[in-house]
């Protein structure tokens, strides 16, 4: 099975930058969409951004401007530069390769944005 690690979490202040990686195992990765989900404590999973296998994003409202989702396809991996932090992107970052039918989910990387 296909394996999903995000890292790059940590404390930042408000207006700060962090830089999210996922980094997936397998040689079907070219073949997948990515994604970038997070969790707030005591609300539900947000989707904030995705890319396709030919480089096309899509962000929500909610970061559109601040963040910026990239992919490597020879390193197979994902990343999420996050700038302008506000307090309220203060979350559990997931990772997610998906198309039809096929979908490989990360562990999650804590980011909190505190001053």
């Known amino acids: 099975q296909v394996q999903v690690v995000e890292s790059g979490g940590g404390l930042v202040q408000p207006g700060g930058s962090l830089r999210l990686s996922c980094a997936a195992s397998g040689s079907i990765f070219v073949t997948y969409a990515m994604y970038w989900y997070r969790q707030a404590p005591g609300k539900q999973r947000q989707f904030i951004a995705h890319?396709?296998?030919?480089?096309?994003?899509n962000y929500d409202d909610s970061v559109k401007g601040r963040f910026t989702i990239s992919r490597d396809n020879v390193k197979n991996t994902v990343y999420l530069q996050m700038n302008s932090l506000k307090p309220e992107d203060t979350a559990v970052y997931y990772c997610?390769?998906?198309?039809?039918?096929?979908?490989?989910w990360g562990q999650g990387t804590q980011v909190t944005v505190s001053s």
């Open positions: 997610k390769l998906g198309r039809t039918g096929a979908n490989y």
């Open positions: 890319i396709t296998s030919d480089g096309t994003t």
